[in-house]
């Protein structure tokens, strides 16, 4: 198989991707930016079949120009000596060889299994959103938004645009919380207009808070939901559940890498933030990280960690003084919103029962698991976390429902061939 | 955008709009089990972005592929339930 | 307190004396140094195989396979131990002779086994490549899902009396008390150290114990039909050789449907991530003895250190220099099956009782020997 090399290696085409890429790519560095989906722009600016329009289009345009190269429907599934990675493309693997790799995988949603997720028909909220911008037709089906987070109320916007019949975003954060974080985002104007416009935009739309599905119902699909808070429960019959708890990152390349994920926080030297992680500095002075996965933020600050990482990377002084405040105002946003949508333990666990299926791959249900002491033990033990998603759901679920820790990604994080690593070989070309 | 895109779904004729991934696809075709999980539950998807594994099916003969990952091309030949 | 037996190890090996130290009323402190049930037991294979390199090891693995199997009705579903036996294969006349020579010499002994020409090889194993010599069918061997075995025999020996510490790394052994690196103190009349590769924190195992590193990959549940544990007959080369890297065909066939796929052993190297090179020629291996192996999808690669002695024997007994540590260790690969016989034999010496097998070929005094 050919190696392919290049000076800088992007892994994640999203906004922190793009924007490293094209800061690195502007000071005249050979990049190369592979995404694990068939179009660049990551979940945020996911392309409505496959239109990227926007600052996506923008940034796409302008790398194009650069001559980046784009390697779509790539993943990373190995790292390899001598700075390395193994990636796969169409059933293909092949070794690419860097200087400074960019790890800008972004983040997934977050998932907390309650009775009846497994059934056809609960979705994850963005994950809903990405199935219709994919071309599913969802005019006049029954939709109920629930979970936690801001995702939930642009998600409810976009279903509705799209004609779906949207009949309540059940947030499970208490209205007080709420109160504060809106206060919070007075401070950052441009955050503040986007939550009011998500606001007019789903009205008409119940919004319960302090709401949470507690169990969902269906023969061979979703027919209909019991959601409790405030004293209260109710049976809505829906089609369709779109359900999230916010966002968890995708650590696992990072992990691969030996960069250490903690706490949702991968502490990486990354040009700026190094003063967070001196011990590592040395091991990983060509790995930087931009994005979600080193902390959730939102685009704005995806974007202007992506530029930092790329001007790092490409060895150039960055506007650091002006990058820095515009990071700390973001960073006070973020960690606001990240309060704000933090998972009450208690509530979950309640909602739990004994044969709740935690880990879908396996199908370990919850009692199987509870009295576990930590995530490898369960693992070992039960098989949760064991199978074709390697724990990419269970994994934070239970982070969330036990505060187990779960870093132990083993290669190849998604799953490969035998055949195409019997091809394997390290000689060069 | 036409439905100018044939495929096969359990070797049914089906049609589609280019750009359509293939998890898509199979909803709009009314497909709820695209997998049948270890104790035999159907399975469809649910993160849409390629992180849960659930809406693997197999396309063109090869099998546990994320058809959320995957645009419908035309002739394309799915399978299901498996 | 004082604990009448400290054990060092909470893989198989300290699991299994653990159960069998409180089943004769001793009182038991068992100290993992991990979060989870050992590092090589957790990585291994959970192949229960007679091997025959020498005749200290025939005894010792003949008698284990008989205790497993004793054990086997206990065991929880979930420790999924399935007498599936192996076939040893031969890829030619000159390794039909050895399937000759092995089963002459289980005939003599009384171990069942049966020689598979050509054509009875495919038939036991259809998804085997065509044109394969013919195999040895070992019948009593088995495989089991050893972590769940392990947490087993440890819960059984909780219930029994003993207490379990994880996250308890040892810093020092001397006779009668073991210091952990956090400072605790831990008196016991007797310390067992069935650490595995960590057993060098004794100074006179440390000169004898090496880690020989290994990979091993599990696929996807699949469809196609393993009916037994499949060795390539080259795995008794790859297994002697003790300083080049090696590798063999080697599948086991998991109650899921999954393809646990070996295996490789290499000296030399402490870094525990995967090496793809020999990934790749493990699989090349695979793929050219089973060939349907390379249309299944991996989900999971990692790697073990086994601890591996000089001479391919464990060291089962009391460590010289010392009145009452015990080492329990070295197994290399044969830890999970020989784990029963291992504590058996520990317990008798505890209790200075006779052995079911002779226990001096495994004795520590040969270290200085």
Same mark, same amino acid.
């Not at chain 2, 009314?30 to 695209?34: E, K, L, P, R």
């Given at each position: 198989m050919a190696e392919r090399r290049t000076e800088i290696l992007v892994i994640g085409g999203g906004p922190a991707g793009l924007a490293a890429a094209e800061a690195a790519s502007s000071h005249g560095k050979r990049v190369t930016v592979i995404d694990e989906?068939?179009?660049?722009?990551g979940q945020i600016w996911r392309?409505?079949?496959?239109k990227l329009s926007g600052k996506a289009k923008e940034l796409v345009d302008a790398l194009e120009k650069n001559d980046v190269e784009l390697i779509p429907s790539?993943?990373?599934?190995a790292s390899l000596p001598e700075k390395r990675i193994l990636a796969l493309s169409q059933g293909r693997t092949f070794p690419i060889a860097y200087d400074k790799v960019i790890i800008a995988t972004g983040a997934r949603e977050r998932f907390i299994p309650f009775p009846?997720?497994?059934?056809?028909?609960?979705?994850?909220a963005g994950g809903l959103q990405a199935l219709v911008k994919g071309g599913y037709d969802i005019s006049g089906k029954r939709i109920v938004v629930a979970g936690t987070g801001p995702l939930l109320l642009a998600v409810a916007a976009y279903l509705k645009k799209k004609g #779906?019949?949207?009949l309540m975003i059940a947030e499970q954060a208490s209205a007080k919380n709420l109160f504060k974080l809106g206060l919070a985002t007075l401070k950052v104007q441009g955050k503040f207009l986007e939550a009011v416009r998500l606001r007019f935009a789903t009205l008409g739309i119940k919004y319960s808070t302090?709401?949470?599905?507690t169990s969902a119902r269906g023969k061979d699909a979703l027919e209909e939901i019991t959601v409790e808070g405030n004293g209260k429960s109710s049976t809505i019959e829906c089609d369709l559940l779109a359900t999230g708890y916010h966002l968890t990152g995708n650590t696992e390349v990072a992990e691969l890498l030996d960069v250490f994920a903690l706490e949702g926080m991968v502490i990486a030297?990354?040009?700026?933030?190094?003063a967070t992680a001196e011990d590592f500095l040395y091991e990983h002075e060509d790995i930087f990280c931009a994005g979600e996965?080193?902390?959730?933020? #939102?685009v704005e600050k995806a974007l202007l960690e992506g530029r930092r990482a790329g001007l790092a990377a490409a060895g150039v002084e960055g506007d650091t003084q002006e990058v820095a405040a515009e990071e700390e105002r973001l960073g006070r946003f973020a960690s606001a919103m990240n309060r704000t949508f933090e998972l009450d333990r208690d509530t979950l666990l309640e909602i739990?029962?004994?044969?709740?299926?935690?880990?879908?791959?396996?199908?370990?249900?919850f009692g199987k698991i509870k009295?576990?002491?930590?995530f490898i033990e369960a693992k070992l033990q039960t098989?949760?976390?064991?199978?074709?998603?390697?724990?990419?759901v269970c994994g934070s679920a239970c982070e969330a429902l036990f505060g187990w820790g779960t870093n132990s990604i083993r290669p190849p994080i998604i799953p490969l061939r035998v055949s195409e690593l019997a091809n394997f070989t390290t000689e060069k070309d | 955008m036409p439905d100018s895109l044939k495929f096969k779904i359990d070797g049914v004729e089906h049609a589609t709009s280019p750009g359509t991934t293939v998890a898509s696809a199979l909803l709009n075709a009314?497909?709820?089990?695209?997998r049948t999980s270890v104790t035999g539950e159907p399975r469809a998807p649910l993160?849409?972005?390629?992180?849960?594994?659930?809406?693997r099916v197999t396309i063109d003969g090869v099998?546990?592929?994320?058809?959320?990952?995957e645009m419908v091309r035309e002739g394309m030949e799915i399978e299901t339930g498996g | 307190m004082t604990y009448d037996v400290a054990i060092i190890g909470a893989g198989i090996v300290g699991a299994a004396c653990a159960d069998r130290l409180t089943a004769e009323g001793m009182s038991v402190c068992v100290l993992g140094a991990?979060?989870?049930?050992?590092s090589a037991t957790a990585a291994g294979m959970g192949h229960i195989v007679v091997m025959d390199d020498s005749e200290a090891q025939f005894a010792l693995t003949s008698y284990s396979q008989r205790l497993w199997n004793e054990l086997s009705a206990e065991?929880?579903?979930?420790?999924?131990?399935?007498?599936c036996g192996t076939l040893w294969i031969a890829s030619d006349e000159a390794e039909m002779e050895e399937v000759d020579r092995k089963f002459w010499k289980y005939t003599e002994v009384g171990l069942a086994s049966e020689i598979l020409d050509q054509r009875s090889l495919r038939s036991a194993e259809p998804n085997l490549r065509k044109g394969l010599s013919g195999a040895l069918r070992v019948p009593g061997d088995s495989v089991v899902y050893q972590p769940v075995a392990t947490s087993f025999l440890i819960s059984r020996a909780e219930t029994s009396g003993a207490s379990f510490q994880r996250d308890t790394s040892v810093s020092m052994v001397i006779d009668g008390l073991v210091e952990t690196w956090t400072g605790e103190r831990i008196e016991a009349e007797r310390i067992v150290v069935?650490?595995?590769?960590?057993?060098?924190?004794?100074p006179e195992l440390a000169r004898v114990v090496r880690p020989r590193k290994g990979h091993l990959l599990i696929t996807e549940?699949?469809?196609?039909?393993?009916?037994h544990q499949l060795v390539e007959l080259g795995y008794l080369k790859s297994a002697h050789g003790t300083e080049r890297d090696s590798i063999a065909f080697n599948i086991q066939p998991r109650k899921t449907g999954q393809l646990l796929i070996g295996s490789s052993r290499q000296y030399?190297?402490?870094?525990?991530?995967?090496d793809f090179e020999i990934v790749g020629k493990m699989m090349k291996r695979a793929v050219e003895y089973?060939?349907?192996?390379?249309?299944t999808n991996a989900t999971r690669i990692w790697t073990g250190f086994r601890p591996a002695t000089p001479d391919g024997l464990p060291y089962i007994g009391k460590v010289p220099g010392y009145e009452n540590v015990y080492a329990a260790t070295g197994?290399?690969?044969?830890g999970i099956t020989t784990a029963l016989g291992t504590a058996a034999l520990i317990v008798d010496e505890v209790l200075g009782r006779e052995s079911a097998i002779p226990k001096e070929p495994y004795s520590p005094r040969r270290i200085d020997a």
């Open positions: 989906n068939p179009q660049f722009g392309a409505e079949k496959q790539c993943t990373c599934v009846g997720w497994t059934l056809p028909g609960v979705f994850g #779906g019949n949207v302090g709401s949470s599905v030297y990354d040009g700026q933030k190094a996965l080193a902390g959730i933020g #939102g739990m029962t004994d044969d709740t299926i935690v880990c879908r791959c396996e199908d370990v249900q009295d576990c002491d930590n098989r949760i976390g064991m199978g074709s998603c390697q724990g990419r | 009314g497909v709820t089990a695209f993160c849409g972005m390629g992180s849960c594994f659930e809406c099998a546990n592929v994320r058809s959320c990952l | 991990r979060s989870q049930y050992g065991l929880p579903p979930e420790a999924e131990f399935e007498n069935a650490a595995g590769c960590g057993s060098t924190l004794l549940r699949t469809s196609t039909k393993v009916n030399g190297s402490e870094d525990p991530s995967v089973f060939p349907s192996a390379g249309n197994h290399e690969g044969l």
